[in-house]
């Protein structure tokens, strides 16, 4: 008992970091379908572009950022609660960053392709 915690004792409740995680998952698929919706080497000028891309902004507007919401109010309460903590906890927490910060990016590349 010298005060030192064991890797262990890192995530009281191991799967509440993939629940977290879970509910970034929309925006990361979200933008794995664009890049597949939307190749960089391939432009197709009939294609339904616009269409398309009014489904993805409409995605990256409204479901990803929900999603991605519940996971840093979920992620707040159990580091809170101490459910989290040490690096597992920093590493939810940039996880969940990135994500917010992904939707605008996408949302700028949409109206890019969609011109």
Request: a positive charge; aromatic letters at 12%; proline letters at 7%.
């Amino acid at each position: 008992m010298s005060g030192v915690s064991s890797p262990i004792d890192e995530v009281r409740e191991p799967l509440g970091a993939w629940r977290i995680l879970a509910w970034c998952l929309p925006a990361c698929l979200g933008c794995a379908a664009f890049m597949l919706a939307f190749p960089a080497q391939s432009w197709d000028p009939h294609g339904p572009r616009r269409y398309v891309a009014l489904a993805f902004v409409l995605w990256f507007v409204s479901v990803a950022p929900i999603a991605t919401a519940f996971g840093l109010a979920r992620c707040i309460k159990q580091v809170r609660a101490g459910q989290i903590v040490g690096i597992t906890k920093w590493f939810l927490f940039m996880a969940i960053l990135v994500t917010f910060a992904l939707n605008p990016v996408l949302i700028a590349a949409l109206v890019v392709v969609s011109n």
